[in-house]
Nanobody, 126 residues
Framework: QVQLVESGGGLVQAGGSLRLSCAASTPTSIPYSMAWWRQAPGKEREFVAA????????TNEGSLKDRFFISRASTKDMMYLDMTSLKAEDTAVYYCAADITRPWLAAVAEEDYDYWGQGTQVTVSS
């Protein structure tokens, strides 16, 4: 089991930057890949970026890859999303997710992820 806690959300002006963090904890030493997803009001949850266990493989949503950057601490238990040049349409609840089945992959399908955090709200004012 992987417990995930997101932090770092808040209110930011358009054009600004924000760093989200996800703290992961497990009762046993199991490898897992991680990802960021987001859900805007009235919309389905959408993929943002993923990173595998080693941190050497990442996948990014195409339209966000030039503004959003995913990374993972060498300790493996922290993941980050550095968001730059934020736009009003980036407003959403951002979720952290973990995949224990294929830790070598940075998967893009929602059903690939086994555990989810509670989410952190990001609001971008225009």
């Amino acid at each position: 089991q992987v417990q995930l806690v997101e932090s770092g959300g808040g209110l930011v002006q358009a054009g600004g930057s924000l760093r989200l963090s996800c703290a992961a904890s497990t009762p046993t030493s199991i490898p897992y890949s991680m990802a960021w997803w987001r859900q805007a009001p009235g919309k389905e949850r959408e993929f943002v970026a993923a990173i595998n266990w080693s941190g050497r493989s990442t996948t990014n949503e195409g339209s966000l890859k030039d503004r959003f950057f995913i990374s993972r601490a060498s300790t493996k238990d922290m993941m980050y999303l550095d968001m730059t040049s934020l736009k009003a349409e980036d407003t959403a609840v951002y979720y952290c997710a973990a995949d224990i089945t294929r830790p070598w992959l940075a998967a893009v399908a929602e059903e690939d992820y086994d555990y989810w955090g509670q989410g952190t709200q990001v609001t971008v004012s225009s």
